[in-house]
């Protein structure tokens, strides 16, 4: 299994550490565009496979695509990363270039490779690769809602001042500060709903806390978060990787499901060893399905922005 990240920035370096130290990947090729970026961040993590106890091979390369030939997976990073004060689609411009040059690359060597997205505004990156590649739509994934749902459920656990073990919950919509709907109504402590455990205000707070949960890190930190990013990919990666057929709310162009069209936006997938595997009709309320509309509209409304 080998699996190519492009991008050895912070999110690109935290993807290849995770798949490499869950061991699954025989390897991981790190390719950047700014010279020896990538071979040293690959030397830095390969000099902690003795300590960490893998064996997956890690592969830094300077903007040779060549040295992807024959990836089974290939997760996009590059792009501009937000700093305090932006959205993630005040991106679009820069991002747009680079996201379609890199698949444009990646397919030319490996034309059989699933593409996960991760540069931002997801949603659009995802959906600008479904336009300009001809790729099935069950090989172009967007990660976003893996990432969202793990917010949701480190808030929620922060709330009920419970191990997150005990939590399960889901982020669907768009991946962006006004257009994520966690669902609150099938949030979960062992099985039993959160709302037998928190007031209507404090999960309210809750799911506020959830949807700016990438815009209160960038102000944080100055730059956008990495650590949580880099864990998703790598379950969405070993999902497909080890034909898990796990769930994981994530963007995928849809064709009527949900009621939406030509669109990229997060919804509940199987992910297998053929990418995207079924999307899940989950049922929501009324009030869900309106937020889910007006995701699909401020979505809809970047993606005409995009030079096709």
């Given at each position: 299994?080998?699996?190519?990240?492009?991008?050895?920035?912070?999110?690109?370096?935290?993807?290849?550490?995770?798949?490499?130290?869950?061991?699954?990947?025989?390897?991981?090729?790190?390719?950047?565009?700014?010279?020896?970026?990538?071979?040293?961040?690959?030397?830095?993590?390969?000099?902690?496979?003795?300590?960490n106890g893998f064996d997956t091979k890690i592969t830094g390369i300077t903007n040779d695509y060549s040295k992807t030939a024959g990836s089974d997976i290939a997760v996009i990073t590059s792009g501009v990363p937000r700093k305090p004060g932006m959205t993630r689609e005040e991106l679009i411009g820069i991002n747009a270039g680079i996201v379609k040059t890199v698949s444009s690359n990646l397919l030319e060597?490996?034309?059989?490779?699933?593409?996960?997205?991760?540069?931002?505004?997801?949603?659009?990156?995802?959906?600008?690769?479904?336009?300009?590649?001809?790729?099935?739509?069950?090989?172009?994934?967007?990660?976003?809602?893996?990432?969202?749902?793990?917010?949701?459920?480190?808030?929620?656990?922060?709330?009920?001042?419970?191990?997150?073990?005990?939590?399960?919950?889901?982020?669907?919509?768009?991946?962006?500060?006004?257009?994520?709907?966690?669902?609150?109504?099938?949030?979960?402590?062992?099985?039993?709903?959160?709302?037998?455990?928190?007031?209507?205000?404090?999960?309210?707070?809750?799911?506020?806390?959830?949807?700016?949960?990438?815009?209160?890190?960038?102000?944080?930190?100055?730059?956008?978060?990495?650590?949580?990013?880099?864990?998703?990919?790598?379950?969405?990666?070993?999902?497909?990787?080890?034909?898990?057929?796990?769930?994981?709310?994530?963007?995928?162009?849809?064709?009527?499901?949900?009621?939406?069209?030509?669109?990229?936006?997060?919804?509940?997938?199987?992910?297998?060893?053929?990418?995207?595997?079924?999307?899940?009709?989950?049922?929501?309320?009324?009030?869900?399905?309106?937020?889910?509309?007006?995701?699909?509209?401020?979505?809809?409304?970047?993606?005409?922005?995009?030079?096709?």
């Open positions: 299994m080998k699996v190519t990240v492009v991008g050895a920035g912070a999110v690109g370096a935290s993807c290849a550490e995770y798949i490499a130290i869950k061991d699954f990947a025989s390897e991981v090729v790190l390719l950047d565009i700014k010279e020896g970026y990538a071979e040293g961040k690959a030397m830095d993590l390969m000099q902690t496979a003795s300590l060597h490996s034309p059989n490779a699933i593409l996960i997205v991760v540069s931002n505004p997801m949603d659009t990156m995802t959906y600008l690769v479904h336009k300009t590649t001809d790729l099935p739509r069950n090989k172009i994934i967007g990660m976003g809602g893996a990432l969202d749902s793990a917010r949701f459920k480190y808030r929620l656990a922060e709330a009920l001042g419970a191990p997150i073990s005990d939590i399960d919950g889901m982020v669907i919509g768009g991946h962006s500060d006004t257009g994520m709907v966690p669902l609150a109504s099938h949030a979960t402590r062992n099985s039993i709903n959160v709302t037998e455990f928190l007031t209507e205000d404090r999960l309210s707070q809750v799911v506020e806390d959830t949807k700016v949960g990438g815009a209160t890190l960038t102000k944080l930190l100055g730059t956008s978060a990495w650590y949580a990013p880099g864990a998703a990919v790598s379950s969405l990666v070993q999902a497909i990787a080890c034909d898990q057929k796990k769930m994981f709310p994530c963007s995928t162009y849809l064709e009527g499901e949900y009621g939406l069209e030509n669109i990229c936006i997060g919804v509940p997938v199987i992910l297998g060893k053929n990418g995207i595997e079924e999307i899940v009709d989950v049922p929501l309320s009324e009030a869900e399905k309106n937020k889910m509309k007006e995701s699909a509209a401020g979505v809809s409304k970047t993606n005409g922005l995009l030079e096709l």
